[in-house]
């Protein structure tokens, strides 16, 4: 079955991408699709629900995450690619390393998400760039947060000089020029505000939200990721929700969803398939109908 990667790249409305995460210790999430077969069915339990990506991750990059070894990563990420490849779906790849994304993508997946941007293994773009077919996710990086094992930690990552968009946006560009220069194509590339990440509170992720029209300028189309993250959850307490659950903070998701498919977003990464499909729809068509 081939698969128009063009036709996703360019989607003109937005897209619903599933997470499965084969770890131990995702924030919302960890140890639940650690057995193969369970990670099979959730994938395609996912596909069934609406999903039109479906994002592999074996590596958490929460705070305090600790790296696991390069062969477990492999073998984690190939078994599901392997799983899930027949079923015709469309594979994300979440990793930082560039051997995980070059057997990944030799393995029949069409996508590398990149949550350094390019930043951790410098050979990453190079591997897309040799697989012209394939699409790059990059996404905005500082470094690891703070408490996460596998590098020091900069204490300052969440500090934004000219404002949390003007940094961001800055320092994004100059990520996507670097993966240029490394030889990936700008018809490959899809980038990543990258919500959470340097970012702890509401003040710093709302605003990149709200900006969603100045990232979508650029031409690149652009992922959000908003799914379950803590900042979620505080939003809803300032609302005057008191202790939000997982329902309640994918909830909010969803609204978020809808949100960003009416600002014109390319897809939004989402844990809970079902909630965000349908408000993906209903933003998708509130756009349609004020684009007529």
């Given at each position: 079955m081939t698969i128009d990667m063009k036709a996703?790249?360019?989607?003109?409305?937005?897209?619903?991408?599933?997470?499965?995460?084969?770890?131990?210790?995702?924030f919302?999430?960890?140890?639940?699709?650690?057995?193969?077969?369970?990670a099979k069915a959730h994938g395609e339990a996912m596909m069934k629900a609406g999903a039109d990506i479906i994002d592999i991750g074996a590596e958490s990059t929460?705070?305090?995450?600790?790296?696991?070894?390069?062969?477990?990563?492999?073998?984690?990420?190939?078994?599901?690619?392997?799983?899930?490849?027949?079923?015709?779906?469309?594979?994300?790849?979440?990793?930082?390393?560039?051997?995980?994304?070059?057997?990944a993508l030799e393995h029949g997946a069409?996508?590398?998400n990149d949550v350094s941007g390019g930043r951790l293994d410098r050979e990453v773009p190079h591997v897309v760039a040799e697989h012209a077919e394939s699409l790059y996710i990059v996404q905005h990086w500082r470094g690891w947060?703070?408490?996460?094992?596998?590098?020091?930690?900069?204490?300052?990552?969440?500090?934004?000089?000219?404002?949390?968009?003007?940094?961001?946006?800055?320092?994004?560009?100059?990520?996507?020029?670097?993966?240029?220069?490394?030889g990936v194509s700008p018809s490959q590339i899809?980038?990543?505000?990258?919500?959470?990440?340097?970012?702890?509170?509401v003040e710093h992720n709302f605003p990149l939200m709200v900006a969603l029209e100045r990232f979508n300028a650029t031409g690149y189309p652009v992922l959000i990721g908003a799914s379950r993250k803590r900042f979620v959850g505080a939003a809803l307490t300032d609302a005057g929700i008191d202790e939000p659950g997982m329902d309640g903070k994918d909830n909010a998701t969803a609204a978020i969803s809808a949100l960003c498919a009416e600002h014109g977003?390319?897809?939004v990464r989402v844990h809970d398939v079902e909630k965000s499909r349908d408000a993906v729809a209903i933003g998708n068509a509130w756009r349609a109908f004020a684009n007529a």
């Open positions: 996703i790249h360019d989607s003109t409305h937005t897209l619903v991408m599933g997470v499965l995460n084969i770890t131990e210790d995702s919302s999430d960890g140890g639940l699709w650690l057995d193969p077969a369970k929460r705070p305090g995450a600790k790296r696991v070894s390069e062969e477990d990563e492999q073998t984690r990420v190939l078994g599901a690619v392997d799983a899930l490849i027949s079923e015709g779906a469309v594979l994300s790849i979440d990793t930082t390393r560039a051997s995980v994304a070059r057997m069409q996508i590398i947060l703070a408490g996460s094992a596998g590098n020091v930690p900069d204490a300052d990552t969440s500090v934004y000089v000219n404002g949390v968009v003007n940094d961001v946006y800055d320092e994004l560009m100059k990520q996507v020029d670097d993966v240029l220069q490394a899809i980038i990543d505000p990258g919500l959470g990440f340097s970012k702890p509170s977003a390319w897809a």
